[in-house]
């Protein structure tokens, strides 16, 4: 008589996050663990060969061979894509985050990321003095609301199979988001115009890591008014069933604005001119630049896209 | 509602546990003659310009990547018999002797009902017996001894010849703490110790039925656990069976910083000399005395390891579908054709997470595992502090 498979419960170590270090070091009780996810970063689901000839004992056999690597003790760096659970296994579809690259929320056609001007100076080299208006894919960091220029990511199902004026389901629609930004360098402001404000109606993050990196959590219709439902005429990156939109501006922090010591340090001087409004430009080597990324995350499906943005300051 | 945490409950977890041992084996080659020159400087060695203690290292401490291993030191008692039998001469740093003597028995053996420093007791009897008035300090780094050293684990192996240079492990004494499994002592301030004693070929019977090395296995010093110090009695290399400071002396200094110690039964009356080494040498001479007469210590050391325990429940139900970007192809599963078909995720970690959605530790499969609706299963994750 054989033995019965002991193998179903599993045993894993975990190694502390610098985060949870951190708030371990803090002692006031904000190291408490609440609830868990689970990843799949290093499976590449294109492996996945549902036509093998052999049968669906073959479909995943390049799956599993994945090699797994040892834990990232940073926490930016793990569980960057987490597996989902929805009650229904009759989905064909999912929801996807894509950057709605068009109009005033295209990024920059010549560097293909959105420049954030982080000072007036650099603005106005760009605008002209006085004038708010830039082009696509670049954003006034130094007053984020007078600038026009904002960042949307679209949310639904992306897919021509399905017609863009059918509704998502309910339990596909994203609701929450987070946005993570790296807080040395800028923030998060409101996507509203108003050319003749010097507010920059700036949002507070929840939470600050060790890294620095600012998490903000909006929710569908909050007083923000980030994350709203994309409407049945507006454009969107979305071709199928849509869901919801988030749109926002970025700052530049006060670092960013009044030193150029992140910029010699994390930054590079500028090879290619910046062409700004009216043929205005900010030649080669005439700006210092940082290349980061926000990231924007679904709370519900834990989907991600990561968005590049060039901080630009100039220096002559 | 889609969603990719999954809350603990209360019977989630649970905090366990576990002692940890591992096993130290030091090698005298070590601690004398690996990292020596012609010129006889040990580069493993750190010495300090105030004398009160060595630094042993388990390479040239100059170097990055050498280890702590322990540290020696040596001192008596100021009540000690022999101090008034040794020329003033040969008192040489006798009041770092004795503030060494006293400053780890207040901490080891701590004060009497009269705020006196009480003195190291040979059984652990406090009240009465015989003390132990001179004794080398041998003081492990947290390195080794970690949390403590694991009690009955605990083996010197220390030559008792009279000279180290030459057949310095003729004569052995095997010094452990054999009985710290099943009997030690808790009247200790620093936690709990045991009574070292010693057997070999260098415990041999000698007149004078009093004495503690006459006897089979006589006790020789104490081993404090969670201390990670070990006082060996300068007794051990007493000629003739009679304490270090008691009355015969037990060295006499040689040229060129090698000292002499006499083993318990060298009778020979030229090495049997005085001055005592012990209040004629300074500290440095008297810690290369010992360590060159150490041929091996072993203890296993214990770690106690606090673990919590995360249940991760998957039920069927959940983590079917994947947020991975390459699980979708213009949002479309590829892992299924047909809306019948089973969705299928495959996991490779774990993510434990605040409730304001921080991850906080992380846990890593070491090969993918497949999920769909057909299983289910729970993850034990286990975070040690």
Do not use: W
């Amino acid at each position: 008589m054989g033995f019965l498979d002991n193998s179903g419960d599993i045993i894993l170590d975990a190694v502390l996050t610098d985060l949870g270090r951190k708030r371990l070091a803090e002692g006031n009780g904000s190291f408490k663990i609440a609830k868990f996810a689970l990843g799949d970063d290093e499976i590449n689901y294109g492996l996945y060969d549902k036509n093998n000839i052999s049968g669906s004992a073959y479909y995943d056999l390049n799956i599993l061979q994945t090699p797994v690597l040892e834990a990232f003790t940073n926490n930016m760096s793990s569980m960057k894509s987490r597996l989902m659970s929805i009650a229904r296994n009759d989905l064909l579809y999912l929801p996807v985050i894509k950057l709605f690259n068009e109009g005033n929320t295209a990024l920059n056609s010549e560097f293909s990321n959105y420049l954030n001007l982080v000072d007036r100076n650099t603005v106005d080299s760009l605008a002209g003095t006085g004038n708010n208006v830039l082009p696509a894919g670049i954003i006034n960091g130094d007053i984020p609301s007078q600038g026009t220029n904002l960042i949307e990511v679209d949310q639904g199902l992306d897919t021509i199979e399905l017609p863009g004026t059918s509704v998502i389901a309910q339990d596909l629609l994203e609701t929450q988001y987070f946005i993570q930004i790296d807080n040395r360098l800028g923030f998060l402001a409101a996507p509203g115009t108003n050319a003749n404000t010097n507010e920059a109606l700036s949002f507070t993050p929840t939470s600050i890591d060790d890294d620095q990196i600012a998490t903000y959590i909006f929710t569908l219709n909050d007083d923000a008014n980030v994350v709203t439902r994309i409407g049945e005429n507006d454009a969107s990156a979305i071709v199928g069933p849509r869901g919801t939109k988030v749109r926002f501006k970025i700052g530049s922090s006060l670092d960013l604005k009044t030193s150029t010591f992140l910029f010699t340090q994390l930054g590079s001087l500028g090879t290619t001119a910046i062409t700004g409004q009216g043929g205005a430009t900010i030649a080669v080597g005439g700006y210092r630049y940082i290349d980061s990324t926000v990231r924007v995350s679904g709370i519900s499906t834990g989907y991600t896209v990561d968005l590049p943005v060039r901080f630009v300051k100039k220096t002559t | 509602m889609a969603t990719s945490f999954k809350t603990f409950d209360d019977k989630d977890s649970v905090v366990t546990r576990n002692l940890l041992h591992e096993a130290i084996p030091i090698t005298g080659t070590i601690i004398s003659g690996t990292y020596t020159n012609k010129a006889g400087t040990e580069y493993n060695i750190k010495t300090y310009s105030h004398g009160m203690f060595e630094s042993v290292y388990d390479y040239p401490y100059l170097s990055s990547s050498a280890n702590h291993i322990f540290d020696l030191t040596m001192g008596y008692a100021a009540t000690a018999a022999a101090l008034s039998q040794s020329a003033a001469a040969d008192y040489s740093m006798q009041p770092k002797k004795i503030n060494i003597y006293n400053q780890m028995a207040q901490i080891l053996v701590g004060f009497d009902e009269n705020g006196a420093v009480r003195l190291f007791d040979e059984d652990g009897d406090l009240t009465s017996g015989t003390k132990m008035k001179a004794v080398y300090f041998i003081n492990f780094a947290r390195l080794l001894s970690k949390d403590e050293v694991k009690k009955g684990s605990f083996t010197l192996k220390l030559g008792v010849n009279s000279s180290y240079e030459t057949g310095s492990f003729k004569q052995l004494l095997t010094i452990t703490d054999s009985s710290g499994s099943s009997g030690y002592k808790v009247n200790s301030p620093a936690g709990e110790y045991g009574i070292l004693r010693a057997s070999g070929s260098g415990v041999m019977g000698v007149a004078g039925a009093a004495d503690p090395l006459s006897g089979s296995f006589p006790k020789c010093g104490l081993l404090y656990y969670q201390a990670g110090i070990a006082v060996i009695t300068a007794s051990v290399f007493v000629s003739g069976g009679l304490r270090v400071l008691g009355g015969t002396g037990i060295a006499n200094k040689g040229l060129n910083n090698q000292v002499q110690v006499i083993h318990p039964f060298d009778s020979s009356a030229t090495n049997d000399l005085s001055p005592l080494v012990f209040t004629g040498s300074t500290i440095d001479a008297n810690c290369n005395a010992l360590r060159h007469r150490i041929k091996s210590i072993s203890f296993n050391n214990t770690v106690e390891l606090n673990s919590a325990v995360y249940f991760c429940r998957i039920n069927n139900t959940d983590f079917n579908y994947s947020a991975n970007p390459t699980y979708l192809s213009a949002s479309k599963l590829v892992v299924k054709t047909y809306p019948t078909d089973l969705p299928v995720s495959y996991t490779t970690a774990v993510g434990l997470y605040s409730g304001d959605n921080e991850l906080l530790a992380v846990a890593k499969l070491s090969e993918p595992l497949k999920k769909d609706p057909s299983t289910e299963f729970t993850l034990r994750v286990r975070l040690d502090y």
